[in-house]
């Protein structure tokens, strides 16, 4: 495990001092509110958004290879955070708060095991349309949710349905007074963020709504605000939970990890495009899981890199993770000194905090891009969300991950056979006869490229394919399948290669394999399919395999395009074998073979 912090402070110029300190009284501004409003989505007390910011930042600042990112709460791990906690707290405040942190701290230990495994590609597994499917979803579940306590209306928990059906049947319960307040901040926010996007108007309407509640006592007029708050900050350690909570805090962790993990990965290599320079996705597992750490053992919530405190911090001048410490230092005196006036905090407020916070993240014009580019990733994206509308955020998330897996093995279980041919007279490369009709195919030979990779979820579509086009051909005598396009072989690979093999065989046509990769070539080798398919029957080239089933064969060319002239062939093919199963670095043309 590795320090990068160890790297970049030897040589931190002084000269950034002011510009990182700078954005982290920015950042402060703009996560201080935002992480209020989050700790309410989570279910727990809103201190704890802000017990999550500080030893996260500086864990992050410590292990992060990403110079600018920025860490704290963020809306899709709260509501996920959230989901799991209602059903495992059963309504206890104080349990509440400490399986919070307890999913905090599995999503950390999960993370850097990750990490220190190199499991940093399983994050791709959440292609780009799911996730914003994902998210769009969740957001929409989240103003759902925020809705009754914006305009004083009786909370209702459940599904989407459920929601929706008592946000509308309670038209009538609205309380004029909050709907005023929690309408007006909410305006405040959208306008104030159209004209003013540099002013932090979170915090300014944070501070306007707790003055102007303790001075015309909204609380005892109907509207209600979040109460008695604690000062100072809660027992650094382990969270109270037994051990049997320990399965679905473990497997909530996970998910609260992986969903943090795709959102801070995404704005970490959205910087690293605009700055030109890479992060390193197993360093960033663990970086992220030891903010998880920090922020769990400091009774904080689930944290992960947040796009948009990034892009403030980003706006504001940072240079490097010193703009973390410096918010994480301003974060601390606000929880010692400050914590005590959020009791007047209207909960209207607050809630419009939420919505204005989350609101960008609905992406509509992605939707309609994916929908123009490509009609598959628009269903994965619109799958996921009403995954999470109708199963929860869990589930949908469970949902999201098993789409794109099985997206994934229907895309590479799709194959296309490609018949391969060569312009009479040139030494221009094999290639597709569909593309270029004037290329020609030879006389008893049939060049075959795989143009998928050839696997256990495809080999029996590609076994009965390569049949289907022997078929289909007059006097075929010799298949060549060209394997270019598979770097590794599994068993149902063999079992199928055995099968296009003993089926030709007993129509008298034989079989070759050409520009097989090593990995392949050393399972064919250990199957016994080598010495089963016989001497001389593996090529490195097309031209290669098919001098050699001229030769073999006796197959006599008419009409069609030439090779090297035939007078040679002997001694070419001859050349050629000394290697082998025929293989060499170079082909007749004196190129390497896959050039």
Do not use: C
Request: hydrophobic share 50%; charged share 15%; net charge negative.
């Amino acid at each position: 495990m590795r320090l990068p912090v160890v790297g970049w402070i030897k040589t931190y110029p002084i000269r950034y001092l002011g510009p990182d300190l700078l954005a982290g009284l920015v950042v402060a501004a703009l996560a201080m509110p935002q992480s209020l409003g989050y700790a309410a989505i989570a279910g727990v007390p809103v201190l704890v958004g802000l017990y999550s910011i500080p030893l996260a930042l500086i864990a992050y600042a410590l292990f992060g290879s990403s110079p600018r990112l920025v860490v704290g709460p963020v809306s899709t791990v709260s509501v996920l955070s959230g989901s799991l906690v209602a059903d495992l707290s059963g309504g206890d405040p104080d349990r509440a708060v400490a399986m919070t942190s307890a999913l905090a701290l599995s999503a950390g230990v999960g993370l850097i095991i990750g990490g220190l495994l190199k499991l940093g590609w399983a994050a791709e597994f959440m292609s780009r349309p799911i996730v914003t499917g994902f998210v769009f979803g969740l957001v929409l579940l989240i103003i759902l949710g925020e809705i009754p306590s914006l305009l004083g209306m009786p909370p209702e928990q459940g599904d989407v349905i459920a929601r929706a059906w008592s946000i509308f049947t309670s038209l009538g319960e609205i309380t004029p007074l909050t709907a005023l307040v929690g309408l007006g901040a909410l305006t405040v926010l959208f306008v104030g963020a159209k004209l003013a996007p540099r002013v932090p108007w979170g915090l300014v309407v944070l501070i306007v709504a707790i003055v102007g509640s303790g001075a015309w006592n909204l609380s005892e007029r109907g509207v209600a605000t979040v109460g008695e708050v604690p000062t100072g900050f809660p027992p650094f350690g382990l969270p109270g939970v037994g051990l049997a909570d320990l399965g679905p805090i473990v497997t909530g962790g996970l998910a609260l990890g992986l969903v943090g993990l795709a959102e801070g990965l995404s704005a970490a290599r959205l910087l690293a495009a605009r700055g030109n320079y890479t992060v390193d996705t197993d360093q960033e597992l663990i970086a992220t899981g030891a903010a998880n750490l920090g922020s769990g053992l400091s009774g904080g919530m689930g944290v992960a890199g947040s796009l948009s405190k990034t892009a403030a911090a980003e706006r504001a001048g940072s240079r490097t993770q010193i703009t973390g410490v410096g918010t994480a230092l301003i974060v601390m005196v606000a929880i010692v000194s400050l914590a005590g006036a959020l009791s007047n905090l209207p909960k209207a407020v607050l809630s419009a905090i939420v919505i204005q916070a989350v609101w960008g993240l609905m992406d509509v014009a992605a939707l309609r891009r994916y929908r123009q580019i490509r009609r598959n990733d628009f269903t994965s994206s619109t799958a996921a969300l009403i995954g999470v509308l109708l199963f929860g955020p869990l589930y949908g998330l469970l949902a999201a991950i098993g789409l794109a897996v099985l997206g994934l093995v229907y895309r590479s279980s799709r194959i296309d056979l490609e018949i391969m041919g060569k312009v009479p007279d040139e030494k221009a490369a094999w290639g597709s006869i569909r593309d270029h009709p004037e290329r020609r195919t030879y006389d008893g030979i049939l060049v075959i490229r795989l143009d998928s990779p050839l696997f256990w979820a495809n080999a029996t579509q590609i076994a009965d394919g390569v049949l289907a086009e022997v078929e289909q051909q007059d006097d075929v005598q010799a298949v060549l399948l060209d394997l270019e396009a598979t770097s590794q072989l599994d068993t149902t690979s063999v079992d199928a290669l055995e099968r296009i093999r003993d089926r030709l065989a007993t129509k008298g046509v034989e079989l070759y394999l050409v520009r097989v990769f090593y990995m392949a070539r050393q399972v064919l080798n250990r199957s016994g399919f080598v010495e089963s398919l016989g001497e001389g029957r593996m090529w490195h080239s097309i031209s290669a395999g098919v001098r050699a089933a001229r030769k073999d064969l006796g197959i006599n060319v008419k009409a069609r395009p030439q090779l090297p002239d035939d007078d040679d062939m002997d001694e070419r093919i001859a050349a050629e074998r000394e290697s082998p199963g025929g293989y060499s670095d170079i082909n007749e043309d004196n190129r390497r073979w896959w050039q």
